[in-house]
Nanobody, 129 residues
């Protein structure tokens, strides 16, 4: 059974930092694509960052480029999202996702037949001004 467990969310002031973790189990972690998404109340789900665990290639949404960094620890089957210079508009529930298909890796999901097959339960990030 595939499990994605997120942790690291919380409340910070604008300009602060948080690091989210996503521990994966129950599926082939290597040579796969894992991503972070977020959804604020009343808004659509937004792709934030993705990483191809086989080679380390990373992908970012324009809204977080330069502030967020996605990384991996293959020994722990864990993907991280380091979030710096946080803004109130970053407030959302953050979700980890795995196994992008049918091929490739991207922060764009749920369109044209491309999506992630597994999702975590989410961790809340709240940024106050």
């Amino acid at each position: 059974q595939v499990q994605l467990v997120e942790s690291g969310g919380g409340s910070v002031q604008a300009g602060g930092s948080l690091r989210l973790s996503c521990a994966a189990s129950g599926y082939t972690y290597s040579s796969n694509c894992m991503g972070w998404f977020r959804q604020a109340p009343g808004k659509e789900r937004e792709g934030v960052a993705a990483i191809y665990t086989g080679g380390g290639s990373t992908y970012y949404a324009d809204s977080v480029e330069g502030r967020f960094t996605i990384s991996q620890d293959n020994a722990k089957n864990t993907v991280y999202l380091q979030m710096n210079s946080l803004k109130p508009e970053d407030t959302a529930m953050y979700y980890c996702a795995a196994d992008y298909g049918p091929y490739g890796c991207s922060v764009v999901a749920g369109k044209a037949g491309y999506d992630y097959n597994y999702w975590g339960q989410g961790t809340q990030v709240t940024v106050s001004s």
